[in-house]
């Protein structure tokens, strides 16, 4: 990734936006039907304030998830905006992201979850789908694969984590308070999550 992070940020908006209804639909049967809405109006403001031309790949993500907080409200909003603040400043001043740099920033946007969330694994939320991504990926880095390799990692190990969720109960946020008559869903930020996984993977893969 070099001088073009805008342009993983309209990927990952693309893709949210073109999920809007679906995440919507998760979110209608364990929460309150806005995660899609919530989310597509975050990432659709994003690509209007985070400069094109900007080459400061921890600028970017910090505007982004500045204006995440300030536009997608509910739960994810700030848990996302955390997300993208924490992960900019691992990347601040940098014009280019080698594949530790990535495992850092992930590693540094889930801790940064955590401590506003204070979630863990295995109670039905985004976490579910980034930690066993986070693991997979510097699992595979390790053993000496590049950014792209790690990448497809994460996405297998996301899409993992989101199936898991649909046997597990939700334990934190809004899908809580339904208790075991959660499980058998699938958890909507779970999924976005996948989906901006899936976004960086193809945006570095180039597709
Ligand atoms: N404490 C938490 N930690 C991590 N993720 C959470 C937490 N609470 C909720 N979430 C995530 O937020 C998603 C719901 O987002 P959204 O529908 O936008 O917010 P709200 O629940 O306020 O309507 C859930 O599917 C879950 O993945
Ligand atoms: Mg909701």
Known sequence: MSARV??????????IIQNKD??????RE?????????????????????????EDVG?????????????VGGASGPLYGTAYMEAAKVLAGRQTVSAKDFGAALAAA????QRRGHAVRGEKTML????PAYDAYTQRVEQGADLAEGLDAACDAATAGVEYTKAIA??????????????GHQDPGATSS??????????????
């Open 59 to 71: 600028a970017s993500l910090k505007r982004c998830g500045m204006t995440l907080v300030s536009t």
């Open 6 to 15: 805008y342009d993983c940020l309209r990927l990952i908006a693309e893709r």
């Open 170 to 183: 939700a334990t934190k946020g809004r899908a809580s308070y339904l208790g075991e008559r959660s499980i």
């Open 110 to 113: 889930i801790a940064g979850i």
């Open 194 to 207: 996948a989906l901006t996984l899936e976004a960086i993977r193809d945006f570095v893969r180039g597709l």
């Open 128 to 131: 579910d789908a980034l930690m």
């Open 22 to 27: 679906f995440l919507t639909d998760l979110d």
């Open 30 to 54: 364990i929460g309150d039907a806005d995660h899609g809405v919530n989310m597509a109006r975050g990432f659709a403001a994003v690509i209007e304030r985070v400069p094109q031309d900007e």
